[in-house]
């Protein structure tokens, strides 16, 4: 009899986890066949220690550029589409400001205005022009700010308390807007930033070979990094902190507890923003480029992130961030390199139905 | 400005509702038609030239009136909010491709006859719905709208992959083309027309040399005839669609769907398996979704440029100025967007070149250009700038979106929105013979 009740439990529990054992499974598999790649020498070292390196960056990229959104929607309950838009217009201004600080006098105003000046004559990087790279970050993330202040005031504030799904189309029509304006006045196609001849890099010995890490994949880390902590303890130990979880948690309560409640949106939106115009200059640091639509092509990727790491969580945010980016570019050892971004989207839509919560589903806001 | 806007949407949704569809529709199709000829005749176009923008029209509001009464169903009816359209649509042109393009070609297809090719497109379209729907199960609103858009992405970017340019199965080869795109069959409108409907260069048949004698002799080119014969083939597979869906709309499974959208909940407590109504619906949806892409690409190139996010953007746009839920509404919504919002600003375009004197070689090639001589009250050069060719490109998204926002705060049931039919069979605002109860 016990050995019968005991084995429904084990049945039980296997079939209520199918999806996750076979999940756990299918990693595993992929694991052995990682060492069974290195110890066979199809894969080395130094190429998976590349593939790690360029993962984390992107990861933290995709952190720091979810934090923003994952606030928002903790707060207003709704996928803001406009989120790339913001990383690409924080991008886009920052680094105006540098090409104007770092050529003034030397280059034509329009030319930097319009990011057409060569990036190798300006001969930017976070050594040669500390100045203008500081200020870049700096106007990013006020210019952001304040343009989601304005969409939020003629745009989503007109909307409070409609169902998600119509501030996401809203949203859509704000993504189209504000993207398309920046394609009216720059125009199409990449901009090169940085000069790669001045920046610095080191070759990290790695098992054979080497691993080559710039100044500016070190920048965007240690950044990322410091304004994730710095979050952290905003949101933990503030009174808006407080606040802005309480709204999350349940909005009506929050409001009878006489929490100014637009005063708390006002703040995530401009924290929020300010964080993701910062992920937008730095990201294109990091690249050494950028287009009109850097940050629209990145959102999805962001999305994954966010809703990897549970939607609404800050710590989610990176963790999913860095799960994605990892996932994206080690799926190089196994897939055709013309499918890393579908491969970050499969990790997503598998998430989703393992575990609709996230990965650190159940923490909100914190 | 603002208040005069939305007197004047309602009182054109109003007058809409006095009269029926069918007059509606009529009076839309000679509205639109009277507005293009007049443009075209500002523009000085003769017969032929007016001809082709009426066929580029009736196309264009074809191709959208389809996609939005797919779309329609799997949102206005059973409020499923799926971003992946243009997945779908990819899915049935490259399908339909690689069934029934010539093994000769490149890159090669089955070489399938054509009516395979189409089933198979709108089968596989509406297949690889179904596989999409099962997240839909257990997903709310906004992750469900991201997966979908995520899926569509996957799906674009595996065609586009050279992994599959070509490739072999079971010795056979077939291939999507990768970044470069497939040809795809010759349209099918030219079996009227043409001995040889797959070779480019075939004589007319005895009926096409009649036909496009007779029209040749007004000054309307055979190419142009036979795109318009297409277009109005056209029309009637979209009153094809449209009475399908009203049928599937209201029969029962129809009134589950819409349940569905008030309270789902409710819906299952009546017995009704929600789950498996919802897979239906988005494998019905997929698969018209995949027909309308093969009749919009057929005779011409499949390209993932063509498959981008944004192509899902301008059926959601078509659809909620038609209105979510009316099945009039999506086929206008349809006519209204494609006509106006999408080819209306390259007619603008046409008409301000027309009109102002800008020089050959003088639009301005940096904002700076055209804002500068601002200052002596010089706009030409602004105007020249706004209206090249990729600037009105840009705008007419700008537009776009603020046209998506203005209708979303303001009017967000649309033109025809408001009329959306009630989940049940009979008409629970009149209770006959309620009081004697």
């Known amino acids: ?366 | 400005m603002s208040a005069r806007i939305d007197d004047g949407t309602a009182a054109v949704a109003e007058w809409f509702d006095g009269r029926s569809d069918a007059a509606l529709l009529l009076v839309l199709a000679v509205g639109l038609y009277a507005l293009f000829t007049g443009v075209s005749l500002v523009l000085g176009y003769d017969l032929g030239g007016i001809v082709n923008t009426l066929r580029r029209i009736t196309f264009l509001s074809a191709i959208y009136a389809m996609l939005v009464l797919a779309l329609n169903l799997q949102w206005g009816y059973t409020g499923l909010f799926n971003l992946g359209v243009a997945g779908f649509m990819a899915v049935g042109v490259y399908t339909m491709g690689m069934l029934s393009t010539a093994p000769t070609t490149n890159p090669p297809g089955l070489g399938l006859p054509l009516p395979i090719g189409i089933l198979g497109g709108v089968l596989a379209a509406g297949l690889v719905g179904a596989v999409a729907s099962l997240p839909a199960l257990r997903l709310r609103g906004d992750y469900l709208a991201i997966v979908t858009l995520a899926f569509s992405e996957i799906v674009r970017l595996t065609y586009r992959s050279p992994v599959f340019e070509t490739f072999s199965v079971a010795g056979l080869s077939l291939g999507t083309g990768g970044s470069t795109g497939m040809s795809l069959p010759t349209n099918p409108i030219r079996m009227l027309f043409y001995e040889n409907p797959q070779a480019v260069t075939s004589p007319p048949s005895a009926f096409g040399e009649a036909v496009f004698g007779t029209f040749e002799a007004l000054g309307v080119r055979a190419p142009v005839v036979e795109g318009m014969a297409y277009a109005i083939a056209l029309l009637f597979v979209v009153a094809g669609v449209y009475v399908l869906l009203r049928r599937v709309g209201n029969s029962p499974f129809g009134r589950v769907l819409k349940a569905i959208r008030e309270d789902e909940t409710v819906a299952g407590a009546l017995g009704k398996d929600t789950r498996l109504f919802k897979v239906k619906v988005f494998a019905l949806g997929c698969g018209l979704m995949g027909l309308a892409a093969i009749l919009w690409r057929i005779g011409g190139l499949a390209s993932t440029e063509d498959f981008r996010p944004i192509t899902t953007f301008y059926v959601f746009v078509a659809l909620i100025i038609g209105g979510a839920g009316s099945n009039t509404g999506s086929v206008v919504g349809g006519a209204v967007f494609a006509s106006l919002l999408f080819e209306g600003p390259n007619f603008v375009r046409r008409v301000v070149t027309q009109y102002v004197d800008i020089g050959i070689g003088q639009t301005p090639n940096t904002i700076f250009e055209a804002v500068g001589p601002l200052a002596s009250l010089d706009v030409t050069p602004l105007l020249a700038y706004t209206i090249s060719d990729v600037n009105v490109s840009a705008l007419r998204l700008v537009l776009l979106g603020v046209v998506l926002i203005y209708l979303i705060q303001n009017r967000p049931e649309g033109l025809l929105g408001h009329r959306t039919e009630t989940a049940a069979s009979v008409d629970l605002s009149e209770r006959p013979g309620g009081e004697d109860r």
């Not at chain 1, 504030?157 to 169902?163: I, K, S, V, W």
């Not at chain 1, 990449?190 to 054979?208: C, E, F, K, N, Y």
């Open chain 1, 1 to 366: 009899m016990a050995t019968s009740t005991e084995t429904n439990t084990v049945v039980a529990f296997v079939r209520e986890r199918a999806a996750l054992i076979a999940l756990g499974l299918f990693l595993a598999f992929l694991v052995a066949d990682l060492f069974r790649k290195l110890g066979t020498g199809a894969l080395t070292a130094a190429s998976l220690a590349g593939f790690v390196k360029d993962g984390t960056v992107l990861g933290l990229s995709l952190g720091l550029a979810g934090i923003g959104l994952a606030m928002t929607y903790s707060i207003l309950n709704f996928a803001n589409f406009a989120h790339g838009d913001y990383i690409t217009v924080g991008g886009v201004v920052g680094w105006i400001t540098a090409f104007l600080v770092a050529g003034s006098g030397s280059a034509n105003v329009e030319q930097l205005v319009l990011l057409r000046a060569s990036s190798r004559t300006l001969g930017i990087s976070v050594t040669t022009a500390p100045v203008a790279i500081v200020l870049g970050l700096i106007v990013s993330v006020v210019v952001t700010a304040g343009l989601a202040l304005l969409i939020d005031r003629l745009v989503f504030r007109p909307m409070r308390g409609q169902r998600g799904i119509a501030l996401l189309i809203a949203s859509v029509g704000v993504a189209l807007a504000v993207r398309y304006l920046l394609v009216f006045v720059l125009q199409t196609g990449p901009r090169g930033l940085t000069a790669g001849q001045v920046t610095p890099s080191w070759d990290l010995p790695v098992g054979g070979g080497t691993v080559t890490v710039t100044a500016h994949e070190l920048t965007l880390a240690v950044l990322a990094v410091a304004l994730m902590l710095g979050t952290h303890v905003l949101l933990r130990y503030t009174t808006f902190g407080t606040a802005m979880r309480a709204m999350a948690d349940n909005e009506d309560l929050a409001q009878v507890s006489g929490i100014p409640t637009e005063r708390v949106i006002r703040t995530t939106w401009l924290l929020g923003a300010g964080l993701t115009g910062a992920a937008g200059f730095l990201i294109a640091l990091e690249r050494g480029a950028l287009t009109t639509s850097f940050g629209w092509q990145l959102l999805l990727l962001v999305f994954a992130a966010v809703i990897l790491g549970g939607i609404g969580s800050v710590y989610g945010a990176m963790v999913g961030g860095l799960v994605i980016g990892l996932a994206s570019r080690l799926s190089v050892v196994w897939l055709p390199e013309s499918f890393i971004i579908a491969a970050a989207f499969v990790v997503m839509i598998v998430m989703l139905l393992v575990r609709p919560k996230g990965l650190l589903g159940g923490v909100t806001t914190v």
